[in-house]
């Protein structure tokens, strides 16, 4: 069965830092692409960041451009996001997204990752 979990999610004050970790189990992900999306109250899901299978292509919403940091360790099936100077509007659930093919083209499309995780709670107070 596979399964993706997050972790690292937590209460931190504005300008804060926090790092995410995306663990995956059942299979690999080292062929595919991987995200991070995030929904807060009453909005829907969107897009954060996304890397190709080998870590040389990143991708970013422009919210969070020059703040956030995806990577990878694939001998470790984990991806990381690394959140500095967190700002109040990030808080929302953050979620793993993983086994996209299609990285390259459609990196902020959700129905390109079939693989999901539960969330993890980041709130950034003021």
């Known amino acids: 069965q596979v399964q993706v979990v997050e972790s690292g999610g937590g209460l931190v004050q504005a300008g804060g830092s926090l790092r995410l970790s995306c663990e995956a189990s059942g299979r690999t992900f080292s062929s595919d692409g991987m995200g991070w999306f995030r929904q807060a109250p009453g909005k829907e899901r969107e897009f954060v960041a996304a890397?190709?299978?080998?870590?040389?292509?990143?991708y970013y919403a422009d919210s969070v451009r020059g703040r956030f940091t995806i990577s990878r360790d694939n001998p470790k099936n984990t991806m990381y996001l690394q959140m500095n100077n967190l700002k109040p509007e990030d808080t929302a659930v953050y979620y793993c997204?993983?086994?996209?093919?299609?990285?390259?083209?459609?990196?902020?499309?959700?129905?390109?990752?079939?693989?999901w995780g539960q969330g993890t709670q980041v709130t950034v107070s003021s």
């Open positions: 997204a993983a086994g996209n093919t299609a990285i390259t083209t459609r990196w902020g499309s959700k129905s390109q990752y079939p693989y």
């Open positions: 890397i190709n299978w080998s870590g040389a292509r990143r």
